[in-house]
């Protein structure tokens, strides 16, 4: 474990922050959700922001989608691919089969018909719902039906995928397999040579040390970056490894002493 030495706005970088600064509001009502935030993430890398409940770790996410604008500073996104993005909700459309639901982004695209059969059931494959394709959602569990949202984000082939608290709805044991699953997925992108860069948002320490080749602390509100620490600990990992739970001790020391600095 070691702090880093990336330096922020590097053209190099698949997603860069530079100085970003989020107001909502104004006047007496502002609310400075984040504060001159400078991050830049590699290609391939996979890094979890972590921080308290309310510090803008959602804005940061949707600033980077373009869902919303900064208040100062600045957002690059490598190439400018349109990154993918995947919330606690898996938000599927109730009234399309699983395999319909994988096959709107590739419409969306443009694809032909016999390219996105073959596109959907390969997606399906890849996280393992290869037998459900004519499911309804709602015939399927918390974790098959965030399976199919992140087939369907991985079905906008964007090398940027931006998560939002993706598994914070599951069970403990539903949200390991899909730890083990996103992993494998990442890394056999990253070893195909197509890199997928991940930023995951998540108030869960742990998951971030399981999970994250970086974790960035920030702030209680305003957010800031309060610390950054590379998680140096072997692939494929386990979330009750010592490994993972030595990270993530250090880095629930350094929340709680943000935390407590707060009163709440
Ligand atoms: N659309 C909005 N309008 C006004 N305030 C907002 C809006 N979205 C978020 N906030 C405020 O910005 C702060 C950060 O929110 P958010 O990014 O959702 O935090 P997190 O995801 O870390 O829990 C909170 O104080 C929240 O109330
Ligand atoms: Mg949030």
Not at 43 to 71: Q, R
Not at 222 to 238: F, H, L, N, Q, W
Request: a neutral charge; charged letters at 25%.
């Amino acid at each position: 474990m070691s702090t880093t030495t990336t330096t922020p706005g590097s053209a190099s970088a698949a997603v860069a922050l530079s100085a970003v600064t989020k107001v909502y509001g104004r006047g007496a009502d502002a609310v400075v959700a984040l504060d001159r935030v400078s991050l830049d993430v590699a290609p391939g890398e996979f890094v979890c922001l972590v921080g308290a409940s309310g510090c803008g770790k959602s804005t940061l996410l949707n600033l980077v989608a373009g869902l919303d604008t900064v208040s100062g500073g600045g957002i690059q996104v490598g190439d400018d691919a349109r990154p993918g993005l995947m919330f606690q909700e898996p938000a599927l459309f109730p009234w399309l089969t699983v395999g319909a639901n994988v096959e709107v982004p590739l419409k969306l695209r443009g694809l032909p018909a016999a390219d996105r059969k073959a596109r959907v059931a390969e997606l399906l494959d890849t996280v393992h719902l290869g037998d459900f394709a004519r499911r309804r959602p709602h015939e399927l569990s918390g974790g098959m039906r965030q399976r199919v949202a992140l087939a369907r984000t991985l079905a906008l082939d964007t090398p940027v995928l931006l998560m939002d608290e993706p598994f914070g709805a599951l069970d403990a044991m539903t949200r390991d397999s899909l730890h083990d699953e996103l992993e494998r997925l990442w890394t056999g992108r990253n070893a195909a040579g197509t890199p997928l860069t991940v930023l995951f948002v998540t108030h869960n320490v742990r998951e971030a040390a399981r999970l994250a080749d970086r974790i960035v602390l920030l702030s209680s509100r305003p957010g800031r970056v309060i610390y950054e620490t590379r998680v140096d600990v072997s692939r494929p990992r386990r979330i009750d490894s010592p490994e993972v739970a030595a990270v993530a001790a250090d880095v629930t020391d350094r929340l709680r002493a943000e935390v407590g600095r707060h009163g709440h």
